[in-house]
């Protein structure tokens, strides 16, 4: 089982950076695929980024493509997520999230989006963007 806790999220004004972190339990984190996921207030989850188990395949929503980075440091079991040019649509709770599934089959067709694709859940940093 894995055990995740996401951090960095905060306040901070439109044009601004913040880098969101997930930290993971277990020693199998290089097992798993990650994924940033993000509830604004009264809309349902959306995919935010992934990454593949090794690190060498990222993917992200086209809302944040150019702006957002996700990466994986398997030896500090953490996963980050590097967010430039932020919005005040950015606002919402963000979420980091682990997935067994392994490539070809993360990448394909889009699972990666999928909520039901990942396995275990943190629960959650708060990021708010003012305008």
């Known amino acids: 089982q894995v055990q995740l806790v996401e951090s960095g999220g905060g306040l901070v004004q439109a044009g601004g950076s913040l880098r969101l972190s997930c930290a993971a339990s277990g020693r199998t984190f290089s097992s798993y695929a990650m994924g940033w996921f993000r509830r604004a207030p009264g809309k349902e989850r959306e995919f935010v980024a992934a990454?593949?188990?090794?690190?060498?395949?990222?993917y992200y929503a086209d809302s944040v493509k150019g702006r957002f980075t996700i990466s994986k440091d398997n030896a500090e079991n953490t996963v980050y997520l590097q967010m430039n040019s932020l919005k005040p649509e950015d606002t919402a709770v963000y979420y980091c999230a682990a997935s067994k599934t392994s490539e070809p089959y993360f990448g394909a067709s889009g699972r990666y989006r999928l909520v039901y694709v990942y396995d275990y859940w943190g629960p959650g940093t708060q990021v708010t963007v003012s305008s």
């Open positions: 990454i593949s188990r090794t690190g060498a395949r990222t």
